[in-house]
Each structure stands twice: as structure tokens, then as C-alpha cells.
């Protein structure tokens, strides 16, 4: 055993969340090594903005979705002088482009160490942790931030295994794998019509598939366009509204009634959403997901004009068609599959040559494909989401574990904080997250700096052939 050299913060993922989070840890010029693990080679993309097409835009202008809180012009500025010279405040640009940015902040700053690994298992061990990798190599570490981003879809009933060996169910909307081998005249059928869904389609497009796309959901409806408005200076549901879901809306209804735009007074709820979420009762919550959930993401999470413009004119054209209802069973077919739909008491089928799941991640953590995560929720370290969902964690990260503990050296930001709050996938919100758990990671490690910490090797990253040794 012998004295550590200095203090360690392990974050896991290499993502927009965890990739800003380290940079602000540089930038506050925090006392400790900043290990990123994440198994691509570059960090600030993840999976959303790693897509191959520039079809496939931000859907949030470039006036509203700057890195730095303080700075809402940055990303602008950047992309007028490295992609769009004409770029405005209210320009949409490409997904692809976005991850460059973020990845070219990181080439600012020096400290940040990336180990192309994943996490496996973690484990208490005072006064930190060690992480396994599965490379086989150790990280020990004072701090731990999950940063993990999105994990695929849940799985759906009625699947097939022939249907799913054959390709002709396709689970990944992002592999290549779903857009391989595909006849361009043949049908496709989307599983979602949320915002994958929406990229799906695109992609296809792109790619030179001509044949009709059939999209089915529950509700049978895509999410709505950005329009420009005139700004509401006073927040739509205003304090001291009783926290419930049918106050939450008359309130809302009342504005619009009042001639506020819908989208005005969406927006006009940003700073305050999770604050009104987390006065609401648990029932209260329960009835928002049940009835409203997607209502509001169809109007809070919409669209970028050029691409709903698509939207409208496939529609239009027929080679885009909307069907409402849910699905039954997916079986294979000698030209694809056929989707059975249920609707009502009815049950229609419809000929495909292939089916792609767009319903979007999977927030049951428990059943996700991750070692890690398995491994946390096995130790009681980890805990669901109040419903169900995501993580449980206190409003600034920390993890709550089965036994009701705050974590004092894990922490999560990103869509895990979806089990406790309603907002915290878009780019406003995850820039705040790293902001403030940076300052969050620097001020737990002031607090212990008097703490004598003991370790089995000088090095907190130990390669295979290190610990042969």
C-alpha cells in the first residue's frame, strides 16, 4: 500500500454530458486527475450527435444551445466561423456538426484523460471506488459521474425470433445494420413516430430508399414544428398554482386563451418545468405519465421547420403514412414481415419488408444492457426512479441507494435524472448539469482534502500488464 499520488474523478461516458463536465473541471482548474471513460475514439459526440447525415438536425436553434450558459452566442459564433457563415440565432444546424463543437472544446483544454474502455462493475472501496474494466485494467477514483447517455429501446411483445434473425425486425434504429440489404421500393414500417422516427425516415431517404413508410403509434401523431413568436415575459404557470395536473393545465390554457402563442408559453416554462414536476404529488405524477406525457413532448420536443416541411410534403404525397393504434406482433414474411396493429377491438396487418423499432431508450434501467448498471442495482448502490424509471437521485445527481442513502461519491446527469425529474435530455439542461456538478465535484473534493487516502498502487489506472506485475 502506499500514499496516492492526488485525487481522482472517474466519469463514464464520453458523451455531451460527460464531455462537458470534464471540460468545466479543467476549467475551474479542480484539484485532481479527470479520467473519461468512453470507448470511442473522440469525446462530445455519444450517439446522438455521432450520425452519419447532416439531414439530421439540432432541434433547437443555434441562439439557444451554446456549451456555456453565460455565453448564449457561443455555439453561433463557432459555427458562423467553422461550418455556416450565414448561420443565425435561429439557423438549425446538423446533429453532426453540434458534436464537432463540443469535441473541439475539449481539444482546448490539457488534463483530461480518456481511457477507450467501458465500465463493467464498480465497487466501494474507501475512500473511493474501484471501477473494473473491460479491458480487465482497474480505475480507482475519489468520485464516480455516470454519464452513460441513452441505452437502446425496450424490448417489444409479439417479436418473432424469425423475425428477428432474419432482419426483417430491425431493433437499432442506429446500427447499420437497419439499413443494409434493404430493397429501396420496398415498405418500411416504423415502430414510434416520436423524434426517431422522425431521423429514421430521413436516414432511409437519404440512402435512396423510394419505397412508402408506414408510422404507427398509440397516438398516431408526430411532434410539432418550431415556429418563430413573440417571447412571453411572465412564466405560464406562475407560483403559488396548486401543484396538480388539472390546475398545471388550466393554467397553461388560460395564457393561451389569453393570446399568448402555445409555443410562447411552452418556452415559457423551461426554468421552471422540474421545479413544477417536483411540487407535484407522487399520484399527480402518475397521472401526468399516464395522460399528458406525450402531449407535452410533442410540443415541448419539436421539430426544426425544414424538417417538419418533409414531414408534411411525404404525408402529402402518400409515401408517408400515419397509423394510430398499438402494435400486436411483428412476424416474418417471405417478402419482409407483416405488423399486426391493434385498434380498438379491431386487428389489421400490414405487409413490410422491414420493421424498425423508433420507440426510443429504454428509462427501465433495471433491463438495460448494461454490466455496470446491473452491477449497481445488484449492490443496492443504485436505486429506480420514484416511477419506475431512470435513477433515483437528489436534484443536484447524487445517487439514492435501495437504502434510501445519498451517495457522497456517485453521481449521474443526463437522462438518468429522468427517474427524478421531468426535463433532462436537451442541451439548456445538460449544459447546467455539468456546470453545476462540476462545482458540485470540486467543493466534495476540497471537503476531503485533509482526508489521507490509501491505495494499492500510485497510478489509479492500472493496465493488464501493470497488474501482472
Known sequence: MSRRQSKVIAIIGGG???????????????????????????????????????RHLLNVPAGKISAFPAEPEHFLQWLRTHYDPQATAATFAPRAVFGRYISS??????????VQAEVVSYRDAKPGAVLTLSDGATLWADLVVLATGNFAPAPLHGITDTARATGAYAH??????????LDPDSGVTLIGTGLTGVDVLLRLREAGH??????????????KHHAAYEPSLDCAIPDGTTPTCLEYLR??????????AWRAAIDSLRATTNDLWMELPRHEQVRF???????????????????????????????????????????NHASGAIVMIRKGGVLETIKTGRVINCTGPNM?????????????????????????????????????????????????????????????IAIPELRMQAVEMAALLADRLKSNSSEDSLLMATCPHLTKSEQAA
Do not use: C
Not at 437499432?172 to 440489404?181: F, I, L, R, V
Open 172 to 181: 437499432d434504429a442506429w446500427g447499420a445494420a437497419t439499413y443494409s440489404k
Open 364 to 424: 427501465n434501467y433495471r433491463g438495460v444492457d448494461s454490466a455496470l448498471l446491473q452491477n449497481l442495482f445488484a449492490q443496492g448502490l443504485a436505486s429506480s426512479g420514484a416511477l419506475g424509471g431512470g435513477f433515483h437521485t437528489t436534484r443536484l445527481g447524487a445517487l439514492i441507494g435501495a437504502d434510501g442513502k445519498i451517495s457522497e461519491k456517485l453521481f449521474n446527469l443526463g437522462p438518468g435524472r429522468l427517474g427524478t425529474l421531468l426535463e433532462s
Open 210 to 223: 423510394r419505397g412508402t413508410i408506414t408510422a404507427i403509434s398509440r397516438h398516431g401523431v408526430f411532434p
Open 105 to 114: 472544446l475539449m481539444a482546448t483544454v490539457r488534463g483530461v484523460e480518456q
Open 251 to 260: 393554467a397553461l390554457r388560460q395564457v393561451i386563451r389569453n393570446g399568448v
Open 16 to 54: 455531451v454530458s460527460g464531455a462537458l463536465t470534464a471540460f468545466h473541471l479543467i476549467q475551474q482548474r479542480v484539484n485532481a486527475r479527470v479520467f473519461v471513460i468512453e470507448p470511442r475514439a473522440q469525446l462530445g459526440f455519444g450517439l446522438a450527435y455521432s450520425t452519419p447525415t447532416l
Open 289 to 331: 405519465r399516464r395522460h399528458l406525457q406525450r402531449r407535452w413532448d410533442v410540443v415541448r420536443h419539436r421539430m426544426a421547420p425544414s424538417i417538419a416541411d418533409v414531414i408534411e410534403a411525404e404525408l402529402a404525397a402518400g409515401t408517408l403514412i400515419l397509423r394510430e393504434g398499438r402494435l400486436a406482433g411483428v412476424e
